[in-house]
């Protein structure tokens, strides 16, 4: 038996109009790949696509895609994920499967308030698929609370379960701020779990549940993920031995500068020293800057220049982030504090009243401040998109105020 396992594809992910189409260009590579290993089948671990409702360019290439597998005899297996899914319970998903395009495993019936998913058996290998879907937030685990368990514990055969969840016990240190639920409420007693979600490269076989992996994006999804992965890839199994397949797109070249002390010319030159002699063909340059600046503003750096040396150099795309470069060039507010809360009410209550807020009391002003400095100070999470990052913080404030922020 020899079958294929991505997870995380996003197609239609990045929105600036050179990189629109490189998940979908990842996926066709990766399919590409799997043709020519000659797999039995192929699964799809949620999030097919970045939204419920792709755009018609990007569904027309993948449509084409499903096609060519479905001609060459490779089926494929998915379940919906955090993005593929639908309040609505409208989706293209569903559209694709009536086309006969693949199938969809989440399948099952409800008995007595409970969940009992029924499997899909693949007709060439014999092998028995099921799963669960992911849903925003990791609301899912509602539904994995009342999944019944039994039967497919003690169903025979070679056993596959798809999931688009984190598991608590393999979450790594850099991503302890992402929801995600205990090994246990898994069914027991599979071979290989095929998951998604969480947007990292793992395998882990723990005792009772078989094979547990995670094959990452097909391509990375955000600026810190092209730093981290550089690029995507998925897993091919073939008797029990799995075989990591990475997925090259586009070259990538880090710039990671500490500002410290640095005048904007400083930094403008640091970056030129160090690009001047090289080429950078087919390659996505990301630009990180931190620290404390000696003068001036971050933006006194000349991007424009630097932007415009890369692209002279056969650059495909250049990405900067800045969030962590600051300046010394601010008012000081002398206070007297021994640590950063203290600091913080310190200068919040020498400021209070500026606004007047109807029927608000100091004391009320206060606390809606320190929570929205709580709630803004949230980070964007590994595998969550720009656009879900702000919906999430806009309803987390809409929240403290008590208003509608849409």
């Not at 929105?15 to 089948?41: G, M």
Request: net charge negative; hydrophobic share 35%.
């Amino acid at each position: 038996m020899k079958f294929a396992h991505m997870a995380d594809c996003h197609i239609g992910s990045w929105r600036d109009p050179k990189l629109k189409d490189i998940s979908t260009l990842a996926f066709n590579k990766a399919v590409d790949k799997c043709v020519q290993e000659a797999v039995d089948f192929i699964l799809i671990s949620g999030d097919l696509f970045n939204t419920s409702l792709p755009r018609l360019d990007n569904l027309k290439t993948v449509v084409t895609t499903f096609k060519k597998l479905k001609d060459k005899n490779i089926p494929v297996y998915i379940i919906p994920g955090s993005h593929d899914f639908s309040p609505s319970g409208k989706t293209m998903l569903d559209v694709l499967e009536e086309a006969g395009l693949f199938i969809n495993v989440v399948k099952g019936e409800e008995v007595d308030g409970k969940l009992k998913l029924k499997f899909t058996i693949d007709k060439k290998t014999g092998a028995k698929i099921t799963g669960m879907l992911g849903k925003r937030y990791s609301l899912e685990k509602k539904y994995y609370e009342n999944l019944i368990t039994e039967n497919l514990e003690k169903e025979d055969g070679y056993k596959i379960f798809m999931f688009h969840s984190g598991i608590d016990e393999l979450k790594p240190e850099d991503m302890q701020n992402i929801i995600t639920q205990p090994l246990s409420l898994l069914p027991k007693n599979f071979d290989y779990y095929a998951g998604g979600h969480v947007h990292i490269v793992d395998d882990k076989k723990i005792e009772g549940y078989g094979q547990i992996v995670f094959p990452g994006p097909l391509f990375p999804n955000s600026f810190s993920e092209l730093e981290k992965l550089e690029k995507g890839g998925f897993y091919i199994v073939e008797d029990n031995k799995l075989t990591f397949h990475p997925i090259p797109v586009y070259n990538i070249f880090k710039i990671d500068k500490k500002c410290d002390g640095k005048t904007p010319e400083q930094v403008y030159d640091d970056i030129n020293n160090e690009i001047k002699d090289k080429e950078f063909n087919n390659t996505i340059v990301l630009i990180r800057l931190s620290g404390t600046l000696s003068s001036g503003k971050p933006t006194d750096i000349d991007f424009k220049e630097i932007f415009s040396l890369l692209y002279d150099k056969s650059a495909y795309f250049v990405m900067k982030n800045t969030n962590a470069l600051t300046t010394k060039e601010f008012e000081e507010i002398k206070i007297d504090t021994k640590s950063v809360e203290d600091a913080e009410s310190s200068i919040i209550k020498e400021h209070l009243g500026q606004i007047k807020i109807k029927d608000m009391t100091m004391e009320k002003e206060e606390s809606l401040i320190k929570e929205l400095i709580k709630t803004l100070a949230t980070e964007k999470q590994e595998g969550e998109t720009v656009s879900d990052f702000e919906r999430r913080v806009k309803e987390e404030v809409s929240k403290v105020m008590d208003v509608d922020v849409n």
